[in-house]
């Protein structure tokens, strides 16, 4: 699937990677995500993509946002859009679909292959774009929740489809119960 000698990229739609990992019940550990694809091929771009609202005195995401910038990912972000649905409902839309896919094409030239992070079936045409430049495409998502959360066409498209569940004991952060009852443990062998 990936050779050591190839310069990859890697792609990451943020919320749709999150959707995904929390479908799976497992948290991501970004600098691990980030050393696996180090020892995979030559690294020369992590991408992150995210909308953030911008008049939330706090973000949820705002530290995971600062961390990643801070070790070496490199963050595009947008502010959200807030709105009230029909129902009264408070919604947040952000999508970076459009971000994301031209900075994918632009890298195609530099690359040989990049890796998305994202079940999004609107970007099998980014998928088949890359690939007429030659660019490998390889997608991380998983079929394994319920329902899946890879687009069989965006799945089709790819030259290499990476199941997220199997990449948990690589770049799976321990569940957070279990990390905090860890120094107890530890205190009372």
């Known amino acids: 699937m990936f050779y050591r000698d190839e ?7 943020g919320s749709n990677l999150y959707a995904a990992a929390k479908a ?26 995210t909308a953030l609202l911008e008049n939330d005195e706090y973000s949820p995401i705002r530290p995971l946002v600062d961390w990643l910038q801070y070790n070496g990912f490199n963050m595009i972000t947008k502010p959200a859009k807030e709105f009230t649905d029909s129902q ?14 031209v900075d994918a094409l632009e890298a195609a030239d530099h690359v040989d292959h990049i890796v998305l992070f994202s079940g999004d079936g609107d970007f ?14 390889s997608v991380c998502s998983t079929m394994r929740s319920q329902p899946p959360m890879i687009a069989d066409d965006l799945r089709r498209q790819a030259d290499n489809f990476i199941e997220l569940e ?3 004991d690589v770049i799976g952060r321990p569940p957070r119960e279990n990390r905090e009852a860890e120094p107890a443990a530890v205190a009372a062998r």
């Open 24 to 49: 799976l019940s497992f948290d991501i550990d970004y600098k691990l995500l980030r050393q696996e694809f180090v020892r995979r091929g030559k690294l020369l771009r992590a991408c992150y993509y």
């Open 88 to 101: 009264g409902r408070r919604k947040i839309k952000g999508n970076m679909d459009i971000e994301l896919a």
């Open 7 to 13: 310069r990859l990229a890697l792609f990451i739609d």
């Open 124 to 137: 099998r045409p980014l998928v088949e774009a890359l690939q007429r430049k030659g660019v490998r495409v």
């Open 166 to 168: 199997d990449l948990r």
